[in-house]
């Protein structure tokens, strides 16, 4: 049995230094590790491929969480069914433990188990998605009727901006310096940071 690790970010701008710790601490080799660096709408991404090529039976892939693997419900209950049954190994999802496909005690249950709360977690994703992609069209329809114009903010991000907003949000960036950084007022950056999350989501 070999570990493989799974790890993707949505752009070279977001940081897999945490993914990449997690698949240390499990045990994972750095040259079983496979990342892409793109959306998840879809699983045409030359690492996956890779993965997939490299699986047999009684493997293990890791995964920091679900949406590392996918954003798309129908999608991601595929590639599932494709590791675990077509090749015969395993998942585990780190930040879910029930997401484990592992057999217990040469048993079905961890895998049934597993399977159940996929396609429950994979559907309220998806609707999740939906529902903000819905609230944001209702949003600029009703600004639109009161008479806003919308429009790309003028400045423009930097290409670090992901993890200016991370290391932010972590405490480790203080504000003045992440404004200064992007050289944008606080307003701006604060339409930009609208922006990028609803990018983020969408991803």
Known sequence: MKLFGYVRV????QNESRQLISMQEQGVPSKHIYMDKQSGKDFERKAYQALLKRLQPGDCVFLHSLDRLGRDYVAILEQWRIITKEKGADIMVLDMPLLDTREKERDLTGRLIADIVLQL???????????????????????????????????KLPANFGELVHQWECGALPF??????????????YKH???????????
Do not use: H
């Open 193 to 203: 940071l609208a922006i990028w999350r609803i990018q983020q989501d969408n991803q």
């Open 121 to 155: 977690l994979s559907y309220c994703a998806q609707k999740e998605r939906e529902s903000i992609r819905q609230r944001q069209a209702e949003g600029i329809a009703a600004a639109k009727l009161r008479g806003v114009r919308f429009g790309r903010p003028s400045a």
């Open 10 to 13: 949505s752009d070279a701008s």
């Open 176 to 189: 003045e310096e992440i404004l200064a950084q992007c050289k944008m007022s606080r307003s701006t950056f």
